[in-house]
């Protein structure tokens, strides 16, 4: 039986990536990541886990080690955020194209200049295209259940592709939560060994990574779009595993109060939780808000997504990083595509929020509701805004 | 605006960027005394401060450049150097100090440095060498002597470290040296020769990070300086491979290398610019 127990999120998320059998770590520490391979460096030290922990010499080295080892058949994870992602960024595109089932925790951090070590997400857009599923948790536990379900969708043969799970650097990562970590015995039943399916083996000698002409280049990247597309159901029905054996339910997007909202809120990560406390304040007031987060970043699941955006009279999409020049966050940008897509238009209000560590609190989502409602009534154009900037 | 209190002056004021003080480094950690070092040499030598950038990479090291009040670069981790030499490529005349840590100028930023040596390239550069990376909670680094004990290194470390001036000079740097932070007068006196040297200069300075590494291995900031007074040698000229870091052995200091090559800016006009004849 799993225990419950009250832990540091980035510990809780170490422990429980110690229950999976990694074989290979290889890290280098960044602000808010490093307590969770230091925790690791702690685990292997004592005995707790048979893994070979390499404390390279930078992100990219990270990358490239945990590269290597999947490509020899070993289970491997590294941790990283913000500037570290952002130099080992050129071995991820390697890692998902060449279809290596390696497990990242990114702990959300700004990306400079200026040097910001605090929370948003400017890393995780930047990864949006790398071809990594990605997942976002908003509590401890969630880091822990993502981590658990990331090692079996990536390694899923229908799959075969590296997962980053997402968590607010310092309001997630930091934070002291009661977690329930699930045994030994109940990670064996929900994740199987691992059994790579392409790997370096003398026996059967293959080619990683050679050049691709421009007769089979196309070819590579449409077979890697509908990975990641084949991926989806997949994800779902490990999410379904998940909640048959530990009681917990995930989907790709998840709602709170939506029925009968006028207005909806679109969140990511830890900041939902604050929207759900603002949202359970409006709903006693009366005010018709609901809230929709999403869980899976990565493959983007659009059609879900827009079901139950389509319900509402207005939308606020709540981004936590910046696209320059698009009056779009990256978030919202893809959200008015979707609905586009499938021919549904509410009103759709964009706030830029909680940029490099600054504060959003319960009032914040008051004042966007507010405005948002306030646009609609009015038939003001749809507006794009960055929240509490000093002028 | 008329202050409350005056508050006390310090000499090298002028050269400090006195409103960011508070500074961050720890109660006895080396950093501090290293830079005041860096500053009474940039300050008696002669040179115009005006034409003088101060370049940093990411580390408790790497604060310097914010603190400094010069022209001054806080780069991202590991490209303090490529900053710096792009920096001086576009501008000859001026003169550009590197300041920061062993983790950054060696571990991850360790392909620059080599470069950087080998071109010969017109630079400073100041590595405080703490042994590990302080500001991360003090991880192992490329600098961690073999069975010390970090945060990523609980059992000890099982490898080991590189010996900074044989390295640099192996690669090509034309002046080395090393010193501790205990040794400050020989210190600012070699970041001066330093700062007048022509060519790719290079100062190792050992100081404790007692925070990160001093506390994992039983070593108090003044159990630190003890060994830096009592298991060193000054010995100039001392061939770099006897440089090897080991205070159960003893470990020398001094000026290992001066000496002269054409500079990389030199090479680079003599070889790759046309003769004014030849020129359109
Ligand atoms: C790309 C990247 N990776 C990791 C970090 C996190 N980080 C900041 S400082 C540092 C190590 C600093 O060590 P060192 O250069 O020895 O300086 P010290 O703090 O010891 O003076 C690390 C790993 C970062 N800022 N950027
Ligand atoms: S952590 Fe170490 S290097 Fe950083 S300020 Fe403290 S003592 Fe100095
Ligand atoms: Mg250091």
């Known amino acids: ?391 | 605006m008329k202050k409350a209190k005056a508050s006390p002056s310090h000499p090298l004021d002028a050269l400090v960027r006195t409103e960011r003080i508070p500074h961050i480094w720890c109660p006895g950690c080396g950093i501090g005394t290293a830079f005041s070092a860096c500053l009474m040499a940039l300050h008696t030598s002669g040179l115009d401060l005006d034409k003088t950038v101060m370049v940093s990479g990411i580390g408790c090291s790497g604060r310097a450049a914010g603190y400094t009040r010069l022209d001054s670069y806080h780069t991202t981790h590991g490209r303090a150097i490529p900053f710096a030499t792009g920096m001086k490529l576009a501008k000859p005349e001026l003169q550009v100090i590197v300041f920061s840590g062993d983790g950054d100028l060696f571990a991850i930023g360790g392909n620059h440095i080599i470069h950087a040596a080998r071109r010969n390239i017109d630079l400073t550069v100041l590595c405080v060498n703490n042994l590990n990376y302080g500001m991360t909670g003090g991880q192992v680094a490329a600098t961690t002597p073999t069975l010390a004990k970090t945060t990523t290194t609980p059992r000890g470390n099982p490898e080991q470290p590189f010996n900074l001036p044989l390295l640099v000079y192996a690669a090509g740097a034309t002046y080395v040296a090393r010193w501790t932070i205990l040794h400050t007068r020989d210190l600012t006196q070699s970041v001066q020769e330093a700062l007048h040297h022509k060519g790719f200069a290079f100062i190792e300075v050992l100081a404790p990070c007692p925070t990160g590494y001093g506390r994992r291995n039983k070593e108090r900031p003044l159990d630190t300086l003890k060994l830096y007074q009592e298991r060193t040698l000054i010995k100039n000229g001392a061939n770099p491979a006897e440089a090897f870091l080991d205070f159960e052995r003893g470990v020398v200091l001094g000026k290992f290398v001066e000496e002269q090559r054409p500079t990389c800016i030199e090479m680079y006009d003599r070889t790759c610019r046309l003769p004014d004849s030849a020129a359109g």
Not at chain 1, 45 to 57: I, K, Q
Not at chain 1, 125 to 134: E, K, L, Y
Not at chain 1, 196 to 210: A, V
Not at chain 1, 372 to 383: F, Q
């Open chain 1, 1 to 391: 039986m799993g225990k419950r127990v009250g832990m540091e999120v980035s510990i809780a998320a170490a422990e429980v990536v110690g229950l999976c059998d990694v074989d290979v770590i290889a890290a280098y520490p960044i602000t808010p990541q490093t307590h969770i391979v230091e925790h690791l460096s702690e685990l292997v030290a004592e005995g707790h886990l048979d893994a070979e922990f390499v404390p390279v010499e930078s992100e990219h080295s990270a990358m490239s080690t945990c590269v290597g080892a999947a490509a020899a058949g070993a289970r491997t994870f590294t941790s990283t955020s913000s500037q570290g992602y952002a130099l080992m960024a050129e071995i991820c595109y390697i890692a998902s194209s060449l279809r290596l089932p390696i497990v990242m925790a990114v702990a959300n951090r700004a990306l400079s200049a200026p040097i910001n070590i605090w929370n948003d997400h400017a890393d995780m857009m930047m990864s949006r295209d790398t071809g990594w599923i990605q997942t976002v948790a908003e509590n401890g536990q969630e880091v822990v259940d993502l981590l658990l379900h990331a090692y079996r969708v990536a390694e899923d043969p229908r799959v075969l592709l590296p997962v980053i799970v997402n968590l607010d650097g310092f309001t997630l990562s930091h934070m002291i939560e009661p977690i329930w970590l699930p045994d030994k015995e109940e990670v064996d039943r929900y994740l199987p060994p691992y059994k790579p399916k392409l790997r370096l083996d003398p026996r059967n000698p293959m080619t990683f990574g050679p050049v691709g002409m421009p007769e089979v280049y196309t070819e590579a990247k449409k077979a890697q779009d509908e990975a990641m597309n084949g991926a989806l159901p997949v994800i779902i029905e490990a999410w379904g595993e998940f909640e048959k054996q530990f009681g917990r339910a995930y989907r790709p997007v998840e709602t709170y109060k939506t029925d009968g909202a006028e207005i909806l809120f679109l969140t990511m990560g830890s900041i939902s939780e604050t929207a759900m406390t603002a949202v359970d304040k409006m709903r006693a007031e009366g005010k018709k808000v609901g809230l929709v987060r999403l869980r899976l970043w990565r493959p983007f699941p659009a059609k879900e997504l827009v079901d139950v955006l389509k319900r509402a009279k207005a939308v606020a999409v709540v981004d936590r990083a910046m696209a320059f020049s698009t009056r779009s966050g990256p978030l919202c940008v893809e959200v008015k595509a979707a609905l586009y897509d499938h021919g549904v238009s509410p009103y759709v209000q964009n706030f830029i929020a909680g940029l490099g560590g600054r504060d959003v609190t319960v009032e914040d989502f008051e004042a966007m509701a507010a405005k948002t409602g306030d646009g609609l009534s009015k038939g003001l154009p749809m507006a794009y805004e960055i929240v509490n900037v000093r002028e």
